[in-house]
């Protein structure tokens, strides 16, 4: 709960004032735990009428975005993904303004679909990308722009996202959700509130000063338990105390699948949060989908008219 995530966080500096590109699930979440800690933020959006929308920005759109509204901005955080060519469209349209700012942090929000398959074993930063999928192979393009845009950039790999109105308990209660078993397959996810956590954290210690290269440039934000999408569904079943979907094993299935699901389910691998948590020091609020599914539980029933976009993976 963002009450929690509000409790063990410490506030920025006094003159600090974020800039989120994509007010969307994540960016939303930040912008929501930084106006609890005191800190002014400007949102952008596609759409002026959307939730949080500060600002338009739409890489695609005729409108500019005036240099002018941005002035004093010291924080950054993009959650834009990347347009169809496989460039970055925030790059490819606000970088000179962007390093026009006294930025202190900027963190660019990427995918761990860049490791590619690791048959299932563990990877961490330290290991070198391998992405096989045409939207991780864009993706790594992105990475690399941003990590030579010149600003102070981190860049946070993500798994599947889930959160309050965005996990597996939505899935059941719409009747989307599908048991399926593939034997040894696992996915990574994190809860939308580490995703906020981790670069309120990460901010935080680029105030300490510059961290050594290695050890900061790139990091996982994942939780501590890869897990297999049946483990969570039946954990789900009974925390609604219903029934589950019918089983179905994977092989049998498989051929029936969508172009995205096969990709999905073509990977496996243990993505290891080894440095956010023990070198960076920073502690998970949803340290397994155990707690994170009963904290969606819980928010779900108290915003019950707040169940937002469905998950767009199988993750949480
Ligand atoms: N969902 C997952 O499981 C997952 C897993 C790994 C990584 N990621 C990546 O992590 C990031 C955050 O994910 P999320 O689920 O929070 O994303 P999200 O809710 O879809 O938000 C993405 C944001 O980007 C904005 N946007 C998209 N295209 C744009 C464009 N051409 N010009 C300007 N703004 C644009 C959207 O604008 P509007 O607000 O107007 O829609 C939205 O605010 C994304 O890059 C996503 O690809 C997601």
């Known amino acids: 709960m963002l009450a929690d995530l509000v409790k063990q966080s410490q506030p920025l500096a006094a003159d600090a004032k974020l800039l989120v590109l994509g007010g969307g699930y994540s960016g939303r979440c930040l912008a929501q735990l930084a106006r609890s800690m005191g800190t002014q933020v400007l949102c952008t959006r596609r759409s002026l009428d959307s939730e949080e929308a500060d600002l338009l920005f739409d890489s695609n759109g005729q409108e500019h975005l005036d240099p002018a509204a941005l002035e004093g901005v010291t924080h950054l955080l993009c959650t834009i993904p990347p347009d169809r060519e496989g460039n970055d469209p925030v790059l490819s349209k606000l970088l000179a303004t962007l390093r026009s700012l006294p930025l202190r942090w900027a963190g660019y929000l990427s995918t761990t679909g860049v490791y590619g398959d690791r048959q299932g074993g563990w990877v961490s930063e330290e290991d070198a990308p391998a992405p096989a999928l045409d939207r991780s192979i864009r993706r790594l393009n992105c990475e690399a722009a941003w990590q030579r845009s010149g600003l102070p950039i981190q860049i946070l790999r993500l798994p599947g996202i889930y959160g309050p109105g ?78 589950l979907p019918p089983l179905e ?53 108290l915003n019950p008219s707040d169940l937002r976009s469905p998950p767009q993976s199988a993750n949480g």
């Open 166 to 243: 965005r996990s597996v308990l939505n899935g059941l209660q719409q009747a989307r959700a599908r048991l399926i078993e593939k034997p040894g397959q696992v996915f990574c996810r994190i809860h939308v509130e580490d995703i906020a956590g981790a670069c309120w954290h990460l901010m935080h210690r680029a105030e300490q000063g510059p961290l050594p290269t290695l050890a900061g440039t790139v990091v996982n934000v994942v939780d501590d338990l890869p897990a297999a999408t049946s483990d969570l569904l039946r954990h789900a079943a009974s925390l609604l105390d219903c029934e």
């Open 249 to 301: 094993q994977f092989d049998q299935i498989v051929d029936s699948m969508s172009p995205m699901a096969q990709s999905f389910w073509s990977e496996n691998r243990r993505v290891s949060n080894h440095r956010l948590c023990q070198k960076l020091g920073y502690p998970l609020l949803h340290p397994n989908y155990r707690v994170g599914l009963q904290d969606c539980l819980n928010q779900d029933t």
